[in-house]
């Protein structure tokens, strides 16, 4: 358990469907980072917060997708309109801005199958 | 990042020692190279991080020559649970003014067998 928490865990939703996940980062973690991962590939960015503030968004992140971090503690990704090609993992990150940055320490994260 | 490239999968039986060379021609002079587990099912996990000779820690020891353009993963004694996929990832660990997002490849394979 490296205290990164995901849920849920596993999503099954129809095509067209919106669907939310959660992620919430090590308290003093102030770096959270959202990565999609599919089958026999690595981690793919997604997303970056430095508290509250979204700095950087991958051109993977289609505008059906969104994410937030409020008050810069916990962090949600939305996807509207789900498609089959979003089926994957979603993992998050967090990390210390004051220590190593290609430290990370990742969720279990959440699978997400459309159907 | 600079490119990695590492072998897409490796054999091995318990207790020998699996060493998994990663290249990595266009490190850069602020270049770490780091090193990832991941377990099915799970998100990586950070194994081990060097810049140049050797580093050894609980897990893992870490190999890197001189040039730095190939660095190796050795795990000693592997055991069943050690089978995962392991990442070799390059890039500067201090980045100012923002995050550092992890650029993974397809990582090796290893499967450990009795």
């Known amino acids: 358990d490296t205290g990164v928490s995901q849920d849920p865990r596993h999503k099954i939703t129809k095509r067209g469907q919106n669907v939310t996940f959660r992620c919430d980062p090590i308290?003093?973690?102030?770096?959270l980072y959202w990565y999609r991962q599919t089958l026999g590939q690595g981690p793919e960015f997604l997303t970056y917060f430095q508290n509250e503030a979204q700095l950087e968004k991958s051109r993977l992140l289609s505008d059906r997708f969104s994410a937030e971090r409020p008050k810069g503690s916990f962090s949600t990704l939305e996807i509207q309109r789900t498609e089959q090609g979003d089926s994957a993992m979603y993992l998050c990150?967090?990390?210390?801005?004051?220590?190593?940055?290609?430290?990370?320490?990742f969720g279990p994260g959440t699978r997400l199958t459309v159907t | 990042l600079a490119k990695t490239t590492q072998p897409i999968s490796m054999d091995s039986y318990e207790g020998q020692e699996v060493n998994i060379t990663c290249s990595h021609n266009?490190?850069?002079?602020?270049?770490?190279i780091t090193w990832y587990q991941q377990f099915p099912s799970q998100g990586p996990r950070f194994i081990i991080q060097?810049?140049?000779t050797k580093v050894t820690n609980e897990v893992a020891s870490l190999f890197i020559p001189a040039d730095r353009k190939s660095s190796t993963l050795s795990l000693p004694r592997v055991s069943l649970s050690d089978t995962a996929v392991y990442y070799c990832?390059?890039?500067?660990?201090?980045?100012?003014?923002?995050?550092?997002?992890?650029?993974f490849g397809t990582g090796t394979q290893l499967k450990v067998e009795l």
């Open positions: 990832l390059v890039g500067d660990k201090v980045v100012t003014g923002g995050g550092n997002k992890l650029t």
């Open positions: 990150a967090s990390s210390d801005s004051g220590q190593n940055s290609l430290e990370q320490y």
């Open positions: 060097g810049y140049k």
């Open positions: 308290s003093e973690h102030n770096r």
């Open positions: 266009n490190i850069a002079t602020n270049d770490y």
